[in-house]
């Protein structure tokens, strides 16, 4: 793969955010949240969906796909700063989770980063020009697998803002030049099956493919 292709050689550091949309949260039976629940994933587990085969692990219980918007910083963080300053692009990406693992360390109070940080576990688009945040808000992201649409969502639905987002892991962790934001997921996250086709799509526009292979 060519990295260079998404400006991923440019990566710094990849954030998560995990129970970002009100069904989703009911959907996993989880505690909506009181404030911008944060995680993220080593820069090993990037790769491109461009059409190709993307191999995970099929043998450690169900691998769960969960589409999201994904912000591109193209320098550090500034409160005083309005989005379209601070984004240099954005992707459509998919957070991969071991499920299984990741409810076995959720039970024991251990980090997620085993179930989260796994190789190819952070799928991303093509680059999209960022559209600014009035349109971001409006404008549906979604996922297809063989043909049926699986995940639909729009900033808007989102418990936390983007501009909350960032302001809390700036305060919390600092935000730089080239680190990466998964912004969460909507509702409809299930598990991945050997040979699954995936498409990706910024409204009606596909912005990202690739099939599915167990290892």
């Not at 990849?14 to 009911?26: D, F, L, P, T």
């Not at 039976?29 to 911008?36: A, E, G, R, S």
């Not at 093509?126 to 409006?138: N, V």
């Amino acid at each position: 793969m060519k990295r260079g292709r998404v400006g991923m050689e440019q990566i710094k550091n990849i954030y998560c955010i995990g129970r970002n949309y009100v069904e989703h949260v009911k959907e996993l039976n989880n505690q909506m949240p009181k404030y911008p629940v944060v995680f993220n994933k080593p820069t090993h587990s990037l790769i491109q969906a461009n059409g190709k085969e993307i191999a995970i692990p099929g043998h450690r219980g169900n691998v769960h796909y969960e589409v999201e918007i994904v912000l591109h910083l193209k320098e550090d963080y500034d409160e005083n700063k309005q989005l379209n300053e601070l984004i240099q692009q954005m992707y459509i990406g998919l957070d991969l989770t071991l499920r299984d693992i990741q409810d076995e360390l959720k039970e024991k109070q251990y980090p997620w980063l085993i179930a989260k940080g796994f190789k190819n576990s952070a799928i991303l688009s093509q680059p999209i020009s960022f559209p600014g945040i009035k349109k971001l808000k409006e404008t549906p992201f979604s996922l297809t697998i063989n043909g049926e649409t699986v995940q639909k969502g729009k900033a808007k639905q989102m418990i936390f803002d983007i501009d909350t987002q960032l302001r809390y892991i700036n305060e919390n962790l600092s935000l730089k030049k080239g680190d990466i934001i998964f912004t969460g997921t909507p509702p409809g996250v299930n598990a991945l099956k050997d040979g699954d086709q995936l498409f990706i799509y910024f409204g009606s526009k596909q912005v990202g493919s690739c099939s599915i292979k167990f290892i």
